[in-house]
């Protein structure tokens, strides 16, 4: 069974940056491809960014290329989300989640998943 708890949300203006951190214990860390996904009120959760079980591959929704990178810590157990260049649309309820295949979180299917962290971006 593996726990994963999302930290690093917050209140920032349009045009900054948060870096999201996701801790994972009870599991082989490196034995998971992780992503990231969002959800605003009312809406569905998204796709936003996945990496696989050795950082070799990185994948990204079309809406963050080029502003957001995500990378891992397999020494740590921690996966990152950095988000620079951060817009008002950007703003939802950012999960972690890990599965044993990078191509099911690519399709919004994992494992495991955090609570989430709050990421409010004001215009």
């Known amino acids: 069974q593996v726990q994963l708890v999302e930290s690093g949300g917050g209140l920032v203006q349009a045009g900054g940056s948060l870096r999201l951190s996701c801790a994972a214990s009870g599991g082989t860390f490196s034995s998971y491809a992780m992503g990231w996904f969002r959800q605003a009120p009312g809406l569905e959760r998204l796709f936003v960014a996945a990496?696989?079980?050795?950082?070799?591959?990185?994948y990204y929704a079309d809406s963050v290329k080029g502003r957001f990178t995500i990378s891992r810590d397999n020494a740590e157990n921690i996966v990152y989300l950095q988000m620079n260049s951060l817009k008002s649309e950007d703003t939802a309820a950012y999960y972690c989640?890990?599965?044993?295949?990078?191509?099911?979180?690519?399709?919004?299917?994992?494992?495991?998943w955090g609570q989430g962290t709050q990421v409010t971006v004001s215009s």
């Open positions: 989640a890990a599965d044993t295949s990078s191509t099911d979180i690519r399709r919004g299917r994992g494992d495991y």
């Open positions: 990496i696989s079980w050795n950082g070799a591959n990185t």
